[in-house]
């Protein structure tokens, strides 16, 4: 299993990213995928999950109606939008299978997101 996130950056609050994952080594178009994050000095947590169909989506209410999940099942990838960025939103972004769970125990390398003025 690899999961290889980019997109990450430094952005000012306001601001918008589109963050991406690229999974391999499982069957991803069968598979729920799902956005965590982990800001500094707390826990990872589930943000946002999306169906294997893509017709259902899920967030965490910190980030609902900021952030969208989407994905393209051609390219095995999946994509966050974030938009309207928070300085609360500072974190290393991972993506995993899994709609509620992390389905894998290895993680990517994550990218960091940083909202600053």
């Known amino acids: 299993v690899q999961l290889v996130e980019s997109g990450g950056g430094w952005v000012r609050p306001g601001e918008s990213l589109t963050l991406s994952c690229v999974a391999s080594?499982?069957?991803?178009?069968?598979?729920?995928m799902a956005w965590w994050r982990h800001p500094p000095g707390r826990e990872r947590m589930l943000i946002a999950s999306i169906t294997a169909d893509g017709q259902n989506t899920n967030y965490r209410d910190p980030v609902k109606g900021r952030f969208t999940i989407s994905r393209d099942n051609a390219k095995n990838t999946v994509y966050l939008r974030m938009m309207n960025l928070e300085p609360a939103d500072t974190a290393v972004y991972y993506c995993?299978?899994?709609?509620?769970?992390?389905?894998?125990?290895?993680w990517g390398q994550g990218t960091q997101v940083t909202v600053s003025s």
């Open positions: 995993n299978a899994g709609r509620f769970r992390p389905e894998f125990n290895s």
């Open positions: 080594g499982f069957d991803f178009v069968s598979s729920a």
